[in-house]
Nanobody, 115 residues
């Protein structure tokens, strides 16, 4: 089992920055890829960014150039700059295990971008 706990969400004005953190524990050695997803009110959950064990990253087009995903040991981070109101949502940390296609999820942290 893998446990994921997010932190760092909050209220920020448009153009501001936030840094989300995800602390992973348990059988983290089995996880091949970590990432962040978000769900806006009334919308489906969508990919924001992922990072593999080798450091390869992938970003949604809507956040390229503004968000940066990184990791160290059991932690994954999402640096969010130039935030826009459309970035508002609950941000979820994800851990993915390739061999059995298993997804692990945190409970989420709320990000609100508003003036």
């Amino acid at each position: 089992q893998v446990q994921l706990v997010e932190s760092g969400g909050g209220l920020v004005q448009p153009g501001g920055s936030l840094r989300l953190s995800c602390a992973a524990s348990g059988s983290i050695f089995s996880i091949n890829r970590m990432g962040w997803y978000r769900q806006a009110p009334g919308k489906e959950r969508e990919l924001v960014a992922t990072i593999t064990n080798s450091g390869s990253t992938r970003y949604a087009d809507s956040v390229k150039g503004r968000f940066t995903i990184s990791r160290d040991n059991a932690n994954v981070y999402l640096q969010m700059n130039s935030l826009k109101p459309e970035d508002t949502g609950v941000y979820y940390c994800n851990g993915y295990r390739v061999w059995d296609r298993m997804d692990y999820w945190g409970k989420g942290t709320l990000v609100t971008v508003s003036s």
